[in-house]
């Protein structure tokens, strides 16, 4: 069983990680904690940013989040807040965002609300939590990209010292202005 600490440290390290909010919110529903799950598929949709979709592919989980997914878990959400008029506008409302207009899914759905039936929520398969590929695992070791940091300026001539440290104090004689330096 997940708990909603889990997807919250993940959720601190991106908070514009949809999927996230996502799967904390089936967890909250799960939880019977209704208004967290209603919260939590409302950021989920909000940080989609009116995309139809997002494919997290690239970041190791292979899962596609569709909008009209989280708009129907929305709803589900609504159902058990005794909100069916908010769910009914809701899943009309993921209509729209439905992939080529299938809607046969939200249809069905539409007619379970108008019943008073529950909805069972999307949820991202079990077992497709989101890991990072195993070679960029391997590559976090830490990387000197910089290279050995250089002096590239001082006041002193013919200063071969190469780095950084606090004020070295001055040998005696190596330093002497010019006269024209002291004018």
Same mark, same amino acid.
């Given at each position: 069983c997940f708990s909603p600490q889990a997807f919250n440290k993940t959720i601190e390290k991106d908070n514009s990680?949809?999927?996230?909010?996502f799967q904390r919110g089936f967890v $909250?529903?799960?939880?019977e904690m209704y208004e967290e799950a209603l919260?939590?598929? $409302?950021?989920?949709f909000s940080h989609l940013r009116e995309n139809p979709f997002i494919d997290y592919k690239q970041l190791g989980l292979r899962h596609i989040l569709y909008a009209w997914e989280v708009l129907y878990s929305t709803a589900a959400v609504q159902c058990h807040l005794q909100q069916w008029q908010e769910a009914r506008v809701t899943l009309e409302k993921a209509v729209v965002w439905r992939p #080529?207009?299938?809607t046969a899914i939200l249809e069905l759905a539409l007619e379970r609300v108008q019943d008073h039936l529950f909805l069972e929520p999307m949820l991202?398969?079990?077992? #497709?939590?989101f890991r990072p590929r195993k070679k960029e695992v391997e590559q976090l070791d830490s990387k000197d990209f910089l290279g050995k940091p250089k002096v590239i =300026? =001082?006041?002193?001539?013919?200063? #071969?010292?190469?780095?950084f440290e606090p004020l070295r104090p001055q040998k005696q004689g190596?330093? #002497?202005?010019s006269a024209n330096a002291l004018r």
């Open positions: 990680l949809a999927v996230g909010y $909250h529903l799960q939880l919260s939590d598929y $409302h950021l989920a #080529e207009r299938r991202v398969p079990l077992g #497709e939590l =300026s =001082s006041i002193i001539p013919n200063d #071969e010292y190469i780095g190596f330093y #002497e202005p």
